[in-house]
């Protein structure tokens, strides 16, 4: 299994306008809770509001080109989540998930700025199952001495 995993815009905060973030993003929220809201019985009630927009690309994962795409779905809106980040908690988290044991990958340069242009956080995750990928392939055909 290659690389899989996401990227989300997380926003939390109290009386949160569901209706009005997601018109203003243009963005469908992927899952909204709101305060008090019970989960489930181990997870029980939200603390506050919660609104999550997530980013899934087709095919190889790739955590920089997935956030940049999130990122880039945000940049017409700074003024508007720099406004709200006033009253809430906003950040991006990434996903990663892997068989193998070694995960790695770079951010760009052109998502570090757009995170900073956002003034927004950003949390990463990686899931390892710490499996050995064989790089060795066996040759057919005749030996050389």
């Given at each position: 299994m290659?690389?899989?995993?996401?990227c989300?815009?997380?926003?939390?905060?109290?009386?949160l306008?569901?209706?009005?973030i997601e018109?203003?993003?243009k963005?469908?929220?992927?899952?909204?809770?709101k305060k008090?809201?019970?989960?489930n019985?181990v997870?029980g009630a939200v603390q506050?509001?919660?609104l999550?927009?997530?980013?899934?690309?087709?095919?190889k994962?790739?955590?920089?080109?997935?956030l940049?795409?999130?990122?880039?779905?945000?940049?017409?809106n700074e003024?508007?989540?720099?406004?709200l980040?006033q009253k809430a908690?906003?950040?991006?988290?990434?996903?990663v998930?892997?068989?193998?044991?070694?995960?790695?990958?770079?951010?760009?340069a052109?998502?570090?700025?757009?995170?900073?242009?956002?003034?927004?956080g950003?949390?990463?995750?990686?899931?390892?199952?710490?499996?050995?990928?064989?790089k060795?392939?066996?040759?057919?055909?005749?030996k050389k001495?």
């Amino acid at each position: 299994m290659s690389n899989s995993g996401y990227c989300s815009l997380i926003i939390t905060g109290d009386n949160l306008d569901f209706s009005l973030i997601e018109e203003t993003l243009k963005i469908e929220a992927s899952e909204k809770r709101k305060k008090g809201e019970i989960v489930n019985r181990v997870i029980g009630a939200v603390q506050n509001d919660f609104l999550r927009f997530d980013e899934k690309t087709g095919g190889k994962y790739n955590p920089d080109k997935t956030l940049v795409s999130l990122l880039d779905k945000l940049m017409d809106n700074e003024m508007f989540l720099s406004n709200l980040s006033q009253k809430a908690n906003i950040f991006v988290e990434c996903y990663v998930q892997s068989d193998y044991a070694q995960v790695d990958y770079m951010l760009s340069a052109e998502a570090i700025n757009k995170i900073a242009r956002l003034g927004i956080g950003l949390e990463i995750f990686v899931f390892s199952w710490g499996g050995v990928k064989d790089k060795k392939k066996k040759k057919k055909g005749k030996k050389k001495c």
